[in-house]
T-cell receptor
């Protein structure tokens, strides 16, 4: 069964510095997708970045980049130049095909990031 | 373009009472999801619709939970009767299609339920 592990329940980072949020996953499939979502205190899950298992290059979206190491089954999120508004919960998620062809998205337990001024 | 809209945002009810949550997905999105997020945890899928058909409801506690998406657009999730353990955030999400891994799932702000 697929599984997402986020080992950091909380992280601090100084404003304007970079921070890495860890995510490891477990799957026996060759084809899958990895996502990062941000959840501020308002509750909405905001899509940040996507990495496909066959993508050769690491995904980047503005200040967000995904450090994808397929052999290690890790998909860490790197946020550069942290801003106060980056303070939120961050969830790593994986989507893989199931026997019934549905594409279930499963989430890790999340990391709370606090940006210090 | 409007995002996923959910209502109500907050609900406090006594145990054994019924409650219903409404969701309007992004226009044109055929796939609709209901997730439950307990405090300090990641969301877990309750049910997934393809148009009006519930194609994955294996995680839905069918003794007290029900959902419908009659016209393949908006959806309602009902709990009757509610239990203390149902206190959680109920997130609705939608995506254009489930063909492929890269189709992003867009979430609403959630409906925060407290059962007292």
């Amino acid at each position: 069964a697929q599984k997402i592990t986020q080992t950091q329940p909380g992280m601090f980072v100084q404003e304007k510095e970079a921070v890495t949020l860890d995510c490891t996953y477990d799957t026996s499939d060759q084809s899958y997708g990895l996502f990062w979502y941000k959840q501020p205190s308002s509750g909405e899950m905001i899509f940040l970045i996507y990495q496909g298992s066959y993508d050769e290059q690491n995904a980047t979206e503005g200040r967000y980049s995904l450090n994808f190491q397929k052999a290690r089954k890790s998909a860490n999120l790197v946020i550069s130049a942290s801003q106060l508004g980056d303070s939120a919960m961050y969830f790593c998620a994986m989507r893989e095909a199931r026997m019934d062809s549905s594409y279930k998205l499963i989430f890790g337990s999340g990391t709370r990031l606090l940006v210090r001024p | 373009e409007a995002g996923v809209v959910q209502s109500p945002r907050y609900k406090i009810i006594e145990k054994k009472q019924p409650v219903a949550f409404w969701c309007n997905p992004i226009s044109g999105h055929n796939t609709l999801y209901w997730y439950r997020q307990n405090l300090g945890q990641g969301p877990e899928l309750l049910i997934r619709y393809e148009n009006e058909e519930a194609v994955d409801d294996s995680q839905l506690p069918k003794d007290r939970f029900s959902a419908e998406r009659l016209k393949g657009v908006d959806s309602t999730l009902k709990i009757q009767p509610a239990e203390l353990g149902d206190s959680a955030v109920y997130l609705c999400a939608s995506s254009p299609t489930t063909d492929g891994f890269g189709n992003t799932i867009y979430f609403g702000e959630g409906s925060w339920l407290t059962v007292v």
